[in-house]
């Protein structure tokens, strides 16, 4: 199918393609939302608005099922920063797509003030279905009414009732390989967005798409197979297969830097209960609901993720990972595997992101809504954001939020986004990336966790920083997962062999770090005009003040550091 | 007295006193906590933080009784805001603390964790006193206490529940010469600040004190009875002593800038029952529970202020004025003075600003937490604020947070703080004082409404609100009432002889907008240095799409027109 840009607009009813213009067509992924924003959306609009526009836009190696690169990105002005925002998942969505011909999908247009609806995209174009009876409806039940309504072979990108609610908190659920709605684009609140314009799904049927064809078939090849032979050889590789993220438990808690109490300490006393060698040994013992190395998207050959089930033989959620086994688990002082994961399954069908959940839960503890360890009355209060309530609701639009209306100050959040779960005191470098990075708190825009420097000397985090969000940006603009980076770090070459390959435009050995530099410049420029400035690069005063046990260490790389990581001309 | 710094640190139990820096001594008032804030404060800072200070700073010619002249700034980063912020009141307290010389009072250090605290101030200097048994009092029970406690002679400035509950829209009241705590330093969350240094009140013993020394008592004689002469023959004096601000209901019902139906329309049907004429006449029908022209400073000819009491002769409020009426009566479809009365009472026990709790509530109605027009729901709400509940926190923490948690795109309100009651789309002039003042949305930085324009032209309003500003700016440094400038505009040269008679620095006539530019400029550059830019400096986008009933007008003035406002050099 040949590659064009997809428009809908729910208010006109209408959906319809237009040819990439030209200053689109080197980009994919996390570059070309950028691109789109600076071309389309006034940077001071209402994120909430009729103004702002939702983007899905494929990596730009989609659709040849390379290894971890299958990834969909999606953006827009983010309603929880204000600013420049990309997400990105695995699944199907963005094979799917491209499958479809589809370079971006943009939903615009005026807000639509009543109805439910799901857009349907296949070979022939796209139509608005009535969807009335999904209103309301938990992510995993809308999953299987649309899979039974519309085929077992559709990919499908949806909103839980956190996103039909607009709260800032929400995610868009995307299919996994297995069918089940499990892969988020989880951060930046996108599902609100598509809940603004009432779209509760959107179903992509490829049958009749064509993989994009390839302008040197054996060039790609040869890079694809560079790229997977080292993937496969990395030592890593073989820990995330067995271990899964969750791996980085025990790691994080030994530098002092994992979540605990609402980032009040840096170890939690429970740690080897949800370490990946517990969650491993937890599922190894469970055979009949678990799989301890599951791929998201298909052609994976690192599958860090898993199906996490009871000891019973029920499935809990899939995957279950590093960063809810923090921020749900140690955040929140939980100390059990089975009480996170059935946490996760809730956050996931409420279709929140599971990040800014835990830490709007873990502020709410502090501000004595509950009890830190107490897993039931957490769930109670997720109900509450389901039902939409105003506590729901203070919890749902996240961190930030949370600690404002509840009046406390010890909030993980940069640019209004939550942490992940790498306390910047302990781990200064992805502090540096929280600080700095067009997208807020993020550690996948440039997480340093593996670098071989000491995480406490704040001299030593500005260039590393710097280097992780240019490849980052690069990776996502790709479509490559953060993983696939333990590939094309060590395979010369396969990056370029993959894009001439496939496009034929003669790029060189820095391609990716161009590629992140570009991204970068336009986000930056974007969120300058939007209002953005130095001063928003910053993590909260308390971190520059508090002491984090056991290192005792506080946030303390230098302003002019901080304002010189992103300059590099 | 001689004039000193006065410092005082909660935590830390100390209070003391410091000469005045060369470079604070030509300011007072908004100026001079503009000055400090400069001086002292991390732009940057956490407003909830240690860093922040909240300070106390008398007009420059406070002292003496001119009429309407003896205001008290209270300024600090405002936690509502994240900006420079002053909001100043009538009362006794400013010259209370100028005859104790108190140039200015300087509330800082650590953050108290426990106890409930009154600063007593007196010729002698000052201490904490504990007052655990006012914690969570209302505003009116605890003013009653203390004046038993402390004797019938002091000042008081003092917080309600709301800024114990450190909420965002939280006031300072201030005692009146009748020591009803009625004068209220409302804006910009000063309350906020007092509560999170456990400062209950500040209790000011001027016995001992000393008016301030006149370097040329005959120059400033004749200022002040210039001034005077000028005041008292304004025909607008006449209109504000015989209906006060509430003559203002029917000049914006009939600009079609009444803010009705949380700013869904500018007229409101039921105008005639809470105009200034209905008042008054209510009020004379009441003639043993009403007073309909009363001074809030001892020496006001004005007397713009009242005594609004019911029917069977009890006391139901003091003041009853125009913006409560607008935000709290129009605002909500309340058409019923009795029943804005009562809210009014309401939202001052609490301890809130009514502008931004009707704002908020104006916000909740359109969220469905309550119907347009029923009184004693919104009553039901506000105690919901009293208790801190999170629904309470939300409304208590004022409209823009509101309008973000209950997910509400029409939220009234500019750098995060609701508009005054003049609807921005009809009074344009206004509605670029609420955009580009370093305060944020607020009438008294610079309104435009008696000026002789077309006040929907979008072309004649930069001028206009520029001129406002810099003389309000003046105003609020010399601690002058937003009124006394009926005076001050026709009586050249009244300024300069009351300063050169005060201080004998031999300025000239221009000192006001001298005052007003330097002013503005320390204002602008800590807002520049807390990271506002230009797009700060805009309304809500919605202002500029949605046309405001009857004169559809929207916002529609050009934004390079907003960046070039406050420009003059």
Redesign the interface.
């Known amino acids: 199918m040949e590659m064009r840009v997809w428009r809908a607009d729910v208010a006109a009813q209408q959906v319809w393609t237009e040819d990439v213009p030209a200053s689109w067509e080197r980009l994919g992924g996390r570059g070309l939302i950028a691109r789109i924003l600076l071309d389309e959306v006034p940077?001071?609009?209402?994120p909430?608005?009729p103004?702002n526009k939702l983007i899905w836009a494929p990596g730009m190696i989609v659709g040849h099922m390379v290894s971890s690169c299958d990834r969909i990105s999606v953006g827009a002005k983010s309603p929880l920063t204000g600013g420049v925002k990309e997400s990105n998942a695995g699944g199907t969505t963005g094979l799917k797509m491209v499958h479809l011909g589809i370079k971006a999908l943009i939903l615009q247009g005026a807000l639509p003030t009543s109805g439910t609806w799901v857009l349907y995209l296949d070979a022939q174009g796209g139509r608005f279905v009535p969807a009335e009876d999904l209103a309301g409806l938990g992510a995993y039940a809308t999953g299987q009414r649309l899979l039974e309504r519309f085929g077992s072979k559709v990919g499908i990108a949806l909103i839980g009732p956190a996103g039909e609610?607009?709260?800032?908190a929400a995610c868009i659920t995307n299919l996994d390989k297995d069918r089940e709605p499990a892969r988020k684009n989880a951060r930046g609140g996108m599902g609100a967005l598509m809940g603004a314009r009432r779209l509760k799904a959107v179903v992509i049927d490829a049958a009749g798409g064509t993989k994009p064809p390839l302008v040197d078939a054996g060039l790609f090849k040869a890079g694809q197979k560079l790229y997977t032979t080292e993937l496969m050889a990395h030592p890593q590789t073989a820990i995330y297969r067995d271990y899964g993220t969750a791996a980085l438990a025990a790691v994080c808690d030994s530098l002092g830097a994992l979540p605990t109490r609402n980032f009040s300490s840096g170890h939690f006393e429970l740690v080897d209960q949800i370490s990946g060698e517990a969650l491993r040994d937890t599922m190894l013992a469970r055979p009949d609901s678990c799989d301890i190395s599951h791929a998201c998207m298909a052609g994976c050959t690192i599958r860090s993720s898993n199906v996490f089930g009871s000891a019973d033989g029920e499935k809990i959620v899939s995957p279950l990972e590093y960063e809810t086994i923090g921020l749900v688990g140690s955040n929140l002082a939980i100390g059990d595997l089975d009480s996170i994961g059935r946490l996760n399954h809730q956050i996931n069908d409420i279709g929140l992101d599971s990040i800014e959940a835990g830490a709007a839960l873990g502020v709410a503890a502090e501000a004595g809504?509950f009890a830190f360890g107490d897993a039931e009355a957490a769930a109670r209060l997720l109900e509450e954001v389901r039902r939409g309530t105003?506590?729901g609701?203070?919890l749902g639009?996240g961190a930030a939020?949370a600690g404002?209306?509840?009046?406390i100050?010890r909030v993980p959040t940069a640019k209004g986004q939550a942490m992940a779960s790498y306390d910047p005191r302990a781990i200064k470098g992805t502090g540096v990336t929280y600080a700095t990075s067009p997208m807020g708190a993020d550690h996948t825009a440039g997480l340093t966790i593996r670098a071989n420097v000491d995480h406490l000397d704040p001299k030593a985090q500005i260039e590393l920083s710097r280097t992780a969000q240019i490849n980052m940006a690069g990776y996502d603009s790709l479509g490559a997962c953060i993983f696939g980076g333990f590939g094309f770090a060590k395979a010369t070459g396969a990056i370029r062999d993959l894009i001439n390959g496939r496009y034929g435009w003669g790029v060189g050995d820095d391609y990716l770090q161009e590629l992140g530099k570009a991204t970068l410049e336009m986000e930056l420029a974007f969120n300058r005009?939007?209002?953005?400035?130095?001063?928003?690069d910053?993590l909260?005063?308390?971190m520059t003040t508090e002491p984090l046990p056991p290192t005792n260490s506080v946030f303390d790389v230098a302003l002019e550091d901080l304002d010189r990581t992103l300059q590099w001309s």
Chains 1, 2 share one sequence.
């Open positions: 940077p001071t609009a209402d909430m608005g103004k609610l607009r709260l800032a809504l105003p506590l609701r203070i639009n939020v404002k209306v509840l009046g100050r005009a939007a209002g953005f400035t130095p001063a928003d910053r909260p005063e308390w």
